[in-house]
């Protein structure tokens, strides 16, 4: 069983469905799978889920202590971790936008420097930053948290809900965010990066706390994935990973079960990247053409395709045969603009 998780394959795209490239073989499934409801409506709790983790629908999705698994082999991921990636916060009227991602990303030094001025100021408070990644923060809190937060991609580009976080330490929380903001506004990294007319890195969005969750049943016997999210569930679970990049469908993995994450075109959809996003889908195209061969050779006895819009797309061998099944890719994005 292969389990293919493609984010952003539904949209929102802002192009008319007749101005997507052809698509023959994700038009076949689409239309010919059986169709599953999940629970899972982004990519990391559809990923999660596989993995025999729960989500519990009125706290955070516990992604970052699993992810730091998967990126800093020097940290001890007990305790209480959030993601905490650093962001350009720019005012415009009564609100604040968030910009994040490759304009904005501080390089090593930068990186370093400011964890070093966030830990050496909060450190009375239980807080302590860390940056495998230049781009990839993470904090630890000594004490666990209650805050419902949004990951960085639901508010990437837009305005910062008043209303994030959420919980009982929303409150003293934003009060230390604020904190964040003005320490790192004063700060030596932001000073040259203005001289360089830069973007600021004046502040950090912090989302998907918790710790290691507890997990049930068998996980998959390998994953395929490019983020620390991937990586970080197949160190936990002791099972084999490949990169995205690394990977193709003709592939030998271990085992029967294999998790595949297709974020290219969650990826082109944050950008905005209309061209980018129709170059995956052709890609994916292609990928869906040759498992479907391995479908009716017997080389595969199942495709669940997830979308991350709470249905999944079962195909089989006998499912493949529906052959007087009509509908596609065009017919999917309409019910779901």
């Known amino acids: 069983m292969l389990t293919l998780i493609c984010p952003g394959l539904l949209g929102p795209i802002p192009a008319a469905p007749e101005t997507l490239p052809k698509v023959p073989a994700i038009d076949r499934l689409l239309a010919r799978a059986d169709r599953i409801p999940t629970g899972g409506h982004d990519a990391a709790t559809a990923r999660l889920s596989h993995f025999g983790v729960s989500a519990d629908p009125g706290r955070d999705a516990p992604t970052a202590s699993i992810s730091l698994l998967g990126e800093a082999s020097d940290e001890r991921p007990d305790g209480y971790w959030m993601h905490a990636d650093p962001v350009h916060l720019r005012p415009d009227r009564d609100r604040l936008l968030l910009f994040a991602g490759a304009g904005v990303a501080p390089d090593r030094a930068e990186a370093d420097a400011l964890v070093a001025l966030f830990n050496s100021h909060f450190a009375a408070e239980g807080l302590r930053l860390t940056a495998p990644h230049p781009n990839r923060w993470y904090l630890r809190s000594d004490r666990e948290l209650d ?166 797309y079962r195909l089989t061998r006998s499912t493949a045969r529906r052959f007087w099944r009509r509908g596609g890719l065009a017919e999917s994005l309409i019910q779901h603009s």
């Open 147 to 312: 805050l419902r937060t949004e990951p960085l991609e639901r508010v990437l580009g837009g305005p910062v809900p008043l209303d994030v976080p959420s919980g009982a330490d929303a409150r003293r929380w934003r009060g230390l965010m604020n904190e964040v903001q003005m320490l790192f506004y004063g700060s030596e990294v932001n000073r040259l990066r203005e001289q360089a007319r830069r973007p600021a890195i004046n502040g950090i969005w912090t989302w998907g706390g918790g710790r290691l969750p507890e997990r049930s049943g068998e996980p998959p016997d390998a994953v395929v994935g490019d983020d620390p999210l991937s990586a970080g569930l197949a160190c936990w679970c002791g099972v084999a990973h490949r990169t995205l990049q690394g990977w193709s469908p003709q592939d030998s993995l271990p085992g029967r079960r294999h998790l595949v994450l297709w974020n290219r075109l969650g990826a082109a959809l944050l950008e905005r990247n209309l061209a980018a996003w129709s170059t995956a889908l052709v890609a994916l195209d292609t990928t869906i053409a040759v498992l479907e061969a391995q479908l009716k050779g017997g080389g595969l006895d199942e495709l669940l395709l997830d979308p991350c819009e709470g249905m999944a």
